[in-house]
């Protein structure tokens, strides 16, 4: 059975740095064709694509985003780390981490998502 | 960027009725790589429906999914209590990944 939590703080100042772990179950990100990414909804708003890891550590972000992110594993831990720099009030959202599908773009596995406020 | 709509934004219906929600594409998906998610709150967003008709694994058959190029539908025959939830479309057919506001089916 695949599990995806997401854990980190609920609030950050304006300015600050965000980092938020996916911590998952079920599957290794060793194994070929694994990968991982995070998606972020703010409140009333769409869903949006943040950022991409592979098994092979090759890497994607959101262009509009992208000096502003990084995506890490940890292998050994069953974890993806998301840093986002800089943060703002409108990166208020829910912050998902999912597992994608080998062949396609799609998520077949979702964590619950963390709901992250930007405040002072 | 490939944007989606989705209509209505709000659905109410009855359990046992039939519910219809659409999602419009602002250029054609490519290989209709077009699929749904339901989302309940406070829970993980579920995949239906990949490839415009294709259910996941574990998915009712209640659940069907159409369409092509930019226009695409979710059926949901005969609503169970369960099915009152948010449901979004998502384009995966040409980077960036993008989602629809999604349609809120509602007990009436």
């Known amino acids: 059975q695949v599990t995806l939590t997401e854990s980190g703080p609920a609030l950050v100042k304006p300015t600050q740095t965000l980092t938020v772990t996916c911590s998952f179950s079920g599957f290794s990100l060793n194994t070929r064709g694994m990968r991982v990414s995070w998606i972020r909804q703010p409140p009333g708003k769409a869903l949006e694509w943040l950022a991409r890891i592979d098994w092979d550590d090759d890497k994607f972000y959101r262009t509009s985003l992208k000096t502003r992110l990084t995506i890490s594993k940890d292998t050994s831990k069953n974890q993806v780390i998301l840093t986002m720099t800089n943060m703002d009030p409108a990166d208020t959202a829910t912050y998902f981490c999912a597992r994608m599908n080998v062949e396609f773009s799609l998520f077949d596995n979702w964590g619950q998502g963390i709901p992250v406020t930007v405040s002072s | 960027e490939i944007m989606l709509t989705q209509s209505p934004g709000t659905l109410s219906l009855s359990p046992g009725e039939r519910a219809t929600l659409s999602c419009r594409a602002s250029?054609?998906?490519?290989?209709?790589?077009l699929a749904w998610y339901q989302h309940k709150p406070g829970q993980a967003p579920r995949l239906l429906i990949y490839?415009?008709?294709s259910r996941a694994t574990g998915i009712p058959d209640r659940f069907s999914g159409s369409g092509s190029g930019t226009d695409f539908t979710l059926t949901i025959n005969r609503l169970e209590p369960e099915d009152f939830a948010v449901y979004y479309c998502q384009q995966y057919g040409r980077p960036p990944l993008t989602f629809g506001p999604g349609t809120k089916v509602k007990i009436k």
């Open positions: 250029q054609s998906v490519t290989s209709n790589y």
């Open positions: 490839g415009a008709s």
